[in-house]
């Protein structure tokens, strides 16, 4: 199907700024929308950003004014430009994205997860 890889994740210091991508692989006939979700260590999974087709996007009240979503189409994929980081950012960043893939002559539809890439933000 469709398989997702992200990286760009790391260390850095409260303040400083990482850029996470994400590319997307395998038999694309159309993405619809790509997001990027963390998790933080006894927390659940939440929603950091997400970019429609149509490049609208929608940020967690927690990362607006810090974080940017942007997408290569032609590329099939997503970045994520993390600029003030917290503590609080510290999490595992996946991405995920849905759409329609190729099966022979026919578009099915798709939904895939990343592995996930390590953010930790610590002086």
């Known amino acids: 199907q469709v398989q997702f890889v992200e990286s760009g994740g790391g260390l850095v210091q409260p303040g400083g700024s990482l850029r996470l991508s994400c590319a997307a692989s395998?038999?694309?006939?159309?993405?619809?929308?790509m997001g990027w979700y963390r998790q933080a260590p006894g927390k659940q999974r939440e929603l950091v950003a997400r970019?429609?087709?149509?490049?609208?996007?929608n940020y967690a009240d927690s990362v607006k004014g810090r974080f940017t979503i942007s997408r290569d189409i032609a590329k099939n994929t997503v970045y994520l430009q993390m600029n003030g980081l917290r503590p609080e950012d510290t999490a595992v960043y996946y991405c995920?994205?849905?759409?329609?893939?190729?099966?022979?002559?026919?578009?099915?539809?798709?939904?895939?997860w990343g592995q996930g890439t390590q953010v930790t933000v610590s002086s």
């Open positions: 995920d994205g849905s759409g329609t893939y190729y099966d022979g002559s026919y578009q099915r539809p798709f939904s895939s």
């Open positions: 395998g038999r694309i006939a159309r993405i619809t929308i």
């Open positions: 970019i429609s087709s149509s490049d609208s996007t």
